[in-house]
């Protein structure tokens, strides 16, 4: 067995990866900016975490590969169970979507909770040891300039340090200094998608009103270019109820508490407003921005050194309406878990068919949820970025689909939104006879 794996950045991919590495390194450190104690919702290093975190039925399931007891901790933790087509009120398409007796369940928390309750588990692994207020600042490569072999690490207090190591993993978000680093050191330019949407999001906690209700969340996803409002109510633990607004392109909501409620109020349907309209609100409203979705295509360069993989947003940073992010680097540490398990570590050979397979796993995993951000993000003129020519076909497909009268085909959309089924199951014909079946106004 090799001896030590370093993973830069201790949020869900981080952590997600820890876990993966754990059976082929003698030691995982996982280093990481912030502290964990701050008081406050989010912390510093992931401000997003004071908004609804929806974790998906996939990436659920792929945690749980990794972490059996997961579901476990979470409703000790007060996660709140909830199935999905009985219990979640979805207006999508302009239309609310039928609910049903359907077989997906997942869980409702907020996002500071799920990490929570990942670094629990992480912290019980034997061989891996978690580092805080440590920032990777820096890589060093080997002499051939082939493979990396040490992170330059910065401690309060302390002088900056060198820390060798085998195997290395970038799981520093979206604001990753690895595409700045690869230029700097002579690899080029890391090629970049980007979907401009200018979202706004405008989040807090609430208490709503004692009363009986047979929904645990409403989703109202804007349909464009008519509508560009969205909001999501979500029941989360300790009986509080977790309210995300969000606008695109530059129609954001604001943070006073009168603001706020009109932007609700003006939702393509009343729902959430009427839900929220009477509840105390018992946390600060904050806010975030998020100008654009990015796909960085690591694996586009050729020369990718050896020794270090990216997981998580250093790869791909989707639109959060669709609430993918951490089902996304949960499946990538998932893959990256069956592929270490065949690898010899210490042989560069055997690094360089980890990285190929790697990355070619990584375009499997990052196709569906990019293909279905951007047929929302593209309703919208204002958007920009590279347009996929078959969108209009795939949109009047998925309109049909989400319209369907069979519940056989909205459960299988639900599966391929939840990430759990990858997209292209909509175009297989056993599909398509049951969708034009279904063709049928509800
Ligand atoms: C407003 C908003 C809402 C979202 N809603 C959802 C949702 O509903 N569902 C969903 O699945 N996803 C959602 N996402 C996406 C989700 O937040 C991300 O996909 C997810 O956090 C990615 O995890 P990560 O570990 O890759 O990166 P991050 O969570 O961003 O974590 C990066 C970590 O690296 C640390 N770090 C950074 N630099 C260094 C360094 N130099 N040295 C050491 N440590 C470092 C940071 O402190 C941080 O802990 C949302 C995102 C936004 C912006």
């Known amino acids: 067995m090799t001896k030590t794996a370093i993973i830069a950045g201790g949020s869900i991919a981080g952590l997600a990866t820890a876990r993966a590495l754990s059976p082929c390194f003698e030691r995982v450190i996982l280093l990481e900016a912030d502290s964990f104690d701050q008081t406050g919702f989010a912390r510093k290093g992931t401000p997003q975490a004071n908004h ?75 061989n891996v040891e978690i580092v805080e207020n440590c920032r990777v600042e820096d890589f060093v490569l080997d002499e051939a300039r082939k493979r990396i072999i040490a992170a330059v690490v910065r401690r309060p207090g302390a002088d900056v340090e060198t820390i060798s190591a085998d195997f290395f993993i970038d799981a520093m978000g979206r604001g990753s200094f690895l595409p700045r680093w690869l230029k700097r050191e002579g690899f080029g330019e890391v090629p970049e998608d980007h979907i401009g949407v200018n979202l706004g999001y405008a989040s807090c ?135 270490a398990s065949e690898t010899d570590f210490s042989h560069p050979v055997s690094l360089a068919r980890l990285k190929r397979n790697y990355f070619t796993g990584l375009r499997r995993v990052f196709a569906t949820p990019w293909d279905l951000a951007l047929g929302q993000d593209f309703r919208y003129a204002e958007t920009t970025g590279r347009k996929p020519f078959t969108l209009v076909p795939k949109n009047a497909l998925k309109s049909l689909i989400m319209s369907s009268s069979s519940t056989e085909v909205i459960e299988n959309f639900y599966h391929v939104v939840h990430l759990a089924r990858e997209e292209s199951s909509f175009y297989h014909p056993r599909w398509l006879v049951k969708i034009l079946k279904g063709m049928k106004n509800r």
């Open 52 to 126: 609804v975190h929806g974790l998906l039925k996939g990436g659920c399931d792929a945690l749980t590969r990794l972490f059996p007891d997961l579901p476990a901790r979470l409703t000790a933790a007060g996660a709140v169970s909830c199935h999905f087509s009985s219990e979640v009120r979805w207006y999508i398409n302009e239309d609310w979507m039928p609910r049903y007796d359907g077989s997906m369940q997942i869980y409702f928390q907020t996002r500071p909770l799920l990490e929570g309750c990942l670094r629990e588990a992480v912290r019980e692994i034997a």
């Open 205 to 339: 906690l609430m208490e709503l009103p004692t009363e009986p209700r047979d929904w645990k969340s409403i989703l109202i996803y804007p349909k464009g270019p008519k509508e560009i409002r969205g909001a999501t109510l979500v029941k989360v633990e300790n009986d509080k109820w977790l309210l995300t607004l969000a606008g695109y392109h530059n129609d954001h909501p604001p943070a006073d508490a009168e603001g706020f409620l009109e932007f609700a109020r003006t939702l393509p349907r009343p729902d959430i407003y009427d839900a929220v309209r009477n509840a105390r609100i018992v946390s600060d409203i904050r806010l975030h921005k998020f100008p654009h979705g990015q796909w960085r295509h690591y694996d586009e360069i050729a020369s990718f050194p050896l020794g270090i993989l990216p997981v998580g947003d250093t790869n791909t940073s989707l639109n959060p309406l669709f609430g993918q992010g951490m089902s996304v680097a949960a499946l990538s540490a998932a893959a990256l878990s069956d592929l």
